[in-house]
């Protein structure tokens, strides 16, 4: 009995179950979002002043595409600017960390995109003008030099 056992182990057969089990596991899940719907529900995600759980969807795009683009056709014949730098400075600028989302804003910048697309213009300039203003906080809350002596 261990005999056939191990022989059927080893026909062609339990083989290529074995591969195709293997392949099955290692392929992401069919049930996993594509980016461009994680990268969309980011986008949801601060515009509802989430922005804590948006960040790390953000950080994990980035990593894995880390290049900007305006006009990215999607399955469906439909269009998206994916600006993961720039959503990012908008979700670091809510959670109050302005130091980062001044990175992520130069890195947008650095790459042309959101100029480049007319729809992200004015939420440019908010975004410019929150990290203005978190620089004037800043700044109004250090400590005057006499006022150390």
């Known amino acids: 009995m261990k005999t056939e056992f191990l022989r059927v182990l080893t026909s062609p057969a339990a083989l290529t179950v074995a591969l195709i089990v293997v392949a099955v596991a290692a392929t992401p899940s069919f049930a996993e979002p594509y980016w461009f719907e994680r990268y969309q529900r980011a986008i949801e995600l601060i515009e509802d002043g989430e922005a804590t759980e948006a960040s790390p969807i ?10 900007p683009m305006v006009a990215v056709r999607l399955p469906g014949s439909l269009y998206i600017d994916y600006l993961p730098y720039y ?7 809510q ?12 890195l947008s910048l650095s790459y042309g995109q959101v100029t480049a697309s007319r729809r992200h213009v ?22 005057v030099v006499s006022e150390l002596r």
Do not use: W
């Not at 953000?58 to 290049?67: A, G, Q, S, V």
């Not at 959670?95 to 804003?105: N, T």
């Open 58 to 67: 953000l950080d994990d795009l980035i990593l894995h595409r880390p290049r």
């Open 87 to 93: 959503q990012q400075a908008r979700a670091r600028l």
């Open 95 to 106: 959670q109050g960390d302005a130091e980062a989302a001044a990175i992520h804003l130069d």
């Open 122 to 143: 004015r939420g440019l300039e908010e975004l410019r003008q929150g990290l203005e203003d978190a620089r004037l906080m800043r700044t109004a809350q250090m400590p």
